[in-house]
């Protein structure tokens, strides 16, 4: 609940490329604002942790596609304290391997796995609303596939340099070169998919967050929430 309006209900849709910081600042306006937090990038993440853990070949689109009902994939989302199970087993650390995050985005670029995770990500933030809670949702495609009709859309960026240096801290790697060729890569496998690419639409605000600090990006999409809550609700 926001003292600018009632917050109840309300969806914030945040895409945009990888480390540009959606995940901490979601993370942030969910805390500031009581709102639930969604990291979709998680959920494939999950899924493709399962298929490399079970054998299947996820450069194989008809073989991602046959196995994307097995796993059970769920997620809490308390902002302090997020958490991602496959089959009820806690998979929080292993989905955040390189090899996982080397082949995410192949089996994200499969229509039957987008479908089945968008089916979730929908449920999840209905089941928010019908328990009148709002909540941050982030990821590539939750402004235009997602929730296309939330009030919040915003479309985070920063320049590659910054993104690189941010995630290299994060990672403890002094090889700035070799994060931003890998952020790269995943951003073109993002942006060129067939199905629900990242892109900007002209409805979403897009925040270049270079020179910013995460405190005072929070705090900027805080006043964005504000906003739109009040505005909601009159
Ligand atoms: N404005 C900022 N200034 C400095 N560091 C930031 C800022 N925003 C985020 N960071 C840091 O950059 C790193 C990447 O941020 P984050 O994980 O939130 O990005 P992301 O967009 O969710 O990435 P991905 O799509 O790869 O999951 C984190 O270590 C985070 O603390
Ligand atoms: N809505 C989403 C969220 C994520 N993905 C894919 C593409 C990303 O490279 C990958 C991992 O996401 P991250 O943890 O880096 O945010 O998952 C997607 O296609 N759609």
Request: glycine share 8%.
């Amino acid at each position: 609940m926001s003292g600018q309006g009632s917050t109840e209900g309300i969806v914030i849709a945040i895409d945009g490329p990888s480390g540009s910081g959606k995940s901490s600042t979601s993370k942030g306006v969910a805390k500031a604002r009581g709102l639930r937090y969604l990291d979709t990038g998680a959920m494939y993440r999950a899924l493709t942790w399962w298929m490399l853990d079970n054998g299947v070949d996820v450069h194989d689109p008809a073989a991602v596609a046959a196995a994307v009902e097995r796993p059970v994939i769920e997620m809490g989302t308390d902002p302090a304290s997020p958490t991602i199970s496959v089959d009820g087993r806690d998979v929080a650390v292993e989905i955040r391997t390189k090899e996982v995050t080397g082949n995410v985005s192949a089996v994200s670029a499969v229509p039957e796995a987008r479908a089945l995770l968008v089916r979730t990500q929908r449920a999840v933030i209905d089941a928010a609303r019908r328990e009148s809670a709002g909540i941050v949702v982030e990821g590539r495609d939750i402004t235009t596939v997602v929730a296309p009709e939330a009030p919040v859309k915003l479309f985070l960026t920063a320049s590659a340099e910054a993104r690189a240096q941010r995630r290299s801290r994060e990672i403890h790697t002094g090889d700035v070169a070799a994060t931003q060729a890998d952020l790269a890569r995943r951003d073109r496998l993002d942006s060129s998919r067939a199905h629900s690419p990242l892109k900007r639409t002209a409805d979403a605000t897009e925040l270049d967050t270079t020179g910013m600090t995460l405190d005072e990006v929070i705090a900027l999409v805080v006043t964005l929430v504000d906003e739109a809550a009040a505005t909601v609700r009159g």
